[in-house]
């Protein structure tokens, strides 16, 4: 959320540049982003139209002045209701592995509980009010906002509870002072999803290179394509049955899009720390030395692929893809000649990117395999209430 808002202030008619946005987001008041959340949850209308059940009733909508805020400019068009305005979930896994949270939370316990870190500018005491509310829960007012509660008090828990039910997978490491992680495992999991993952990456490679190469890609490839896209499409929304997990999925975007946020630039946190660098990596890394505690050894890659692994992930799962003859959507850069007017926009170089990064992560090649995986037809999902 935090990346789609600062886009939306740069664009017409505010035409701000990314620097300045940017700075006002890390400068405003914490109640300001806790209120664009809601606005955002709100205008997403996550259970469709009417009759069903709005986000906020016309009590709430007065108490808490939806037309006002610093953000109140720049929620999103109505045209887009039913399309999350946030990252896919996908990108808050990427860069929760880099152990930036982690790292940030000790940032925030050693400014809040002495001077070992120095004295904190202003713009860093502001940075931590912003934090602990986004990333650790403190005092916040807004019921969309809380995946906590007594029964699940855990943000980080209920994060992996999240990716384990989307993806299977777990985060690379335990909690901050290296014990096992304790969640709620769910029984139903996506546990074949890096396998259909991967296999779809490595047949997009095998398009690209053909694509390269000049030589064209057959009929048989882009069916391919298209059936195992087809199956992790059904594998994703079928944990999505009535909009399960959106909620969880907002607010880990806007978490993980606060600490990208947060290591973008030299930022003023950055900064008081003694961190400055030319990365994300770099100045994560020499935070984490302050603290005690190191990163992720790959998070330069984990960095590097979130933003276009969130625009795969949504194409894959949004079914634009509905047939063999769609399938170069996931890997061109340019609509083929003779494509009919409002085509949709092929994301080739994100796809190359997540390729690229995801096997530099992983340490998997990604170019060769052992054995492809047999493809059946996949068993659509029940209805989902306000699809698309």
Same mark, same amino acid.
């Given at each position: +959320? ?7 202030? +740069? ?6 540049? $990314? ?7 890390? +400068? ?78 000790? @940032? ?49 828990? @209920? ?52 694509? $390269? ?13 298209? $059936? ?8 994703? $929304? ?136 047999? +493809? ?8 989902? @209430?306000?699809?698309?």
């Amino acid at each position: +959320m935090i990346q789609q808002l600062i886009d939306r202030m +740069m664009a017409p008619p505010s035409n701000m540049s $990314r620097d300045a946005a940017a700075a006002i987001v890390l +400068m405003c008041d914490p109640f300001d982003l806790l209120l664009h959340m809601e606005q955002v949850w709100n205008a997403f209308r996550v259970w469709g139209p009417p009759p069903n059940p709005q986000p906020a009733s016309p009590a709430r909508l007065a108490f808490l002045r939806y037309d006002i805020g610093a953000f109140a400019p720049f929620i999103p068009d109505p045209s887009l209701a039913g399309v999350p305005q946030w990252d896919h979930l996908g990108y808050s896994y990427v860069l929760e592995n880099t152990r930036a949270i982690q790292i940030l939370r000790r @940032v925030v316990r050693e400014y809040r509980s002495g001077e070992g870190l120095g004295i904190p500018s202003i713009a860093t005491q502001r940075w931590l009010e912003i934090t602990e509310v986004l990333l650790f829960g403190a005092a916040n007012p807004l019921a969309p906002w809380l995946s906590t509660s007594v029964i699940r008090p855990d943000p980080e828990a @209920v994060r992996r509870n999240a990716y384990w039910r989307l993806f299977g997978l777990d985060l690379a490491f335990g909690t901050d002072d290296n014990r096992p992680p304790t969640y709620d495992k769910a029984t139903h999991a996506n546990a074949s999803f890096i396998q259909v993952f991967e296999e779809l990456l490595f047949e997009l490679w095998q398009a690209i290179t053909n694509v $390269r190469n000049t030589s064209g890609v057959n009929a048989s490839d882009d069916d391919r394509i298209f $059936r195992i896209a087809e199956a992790l499409r059904f594998a994703l $929304r079928a944990r999505r049955q009535n909009q399960l997990l959106s909620r969880e999925e907002l607010v880990a975007a806007t978490a993980l899009g606060w600490a990208e946020l947060t290591l973008s630039a030299n930022t003023p946190v950055v900064e008081d720390l003694v961190a400055n660098a030319t990365s994300p990596y770099e100045r994560l890394r020499m935070i984490g030395e302050r603290v005690g505690l190191a990163p992720h050894s790959r998070s330069s890659a984990l960095f590097s692929m979130a933003g276009d692994l969130s625009r795969f992930l949504r194409i894959v799962e949004s079914g634009v893809v509905s047939g063999p003859e769609l399938a170069w959507v996931l890997y061109l850069e340019q609509p083929p000649v003779g494509s009919p007017p409002g085509a949709a926009s092929p994301i080739g170089a994100s796809s190359r990117r997540v390729i690229t990064e995801w096997a530099s992560a992983t340490g998997k090649d990604l170019k060769t395999r052992a054995k492809p995986i047999e +493809m059946r037809p996949p068993t659509r999902p029940p209805l989902l @209430v306000g699809a698309r």
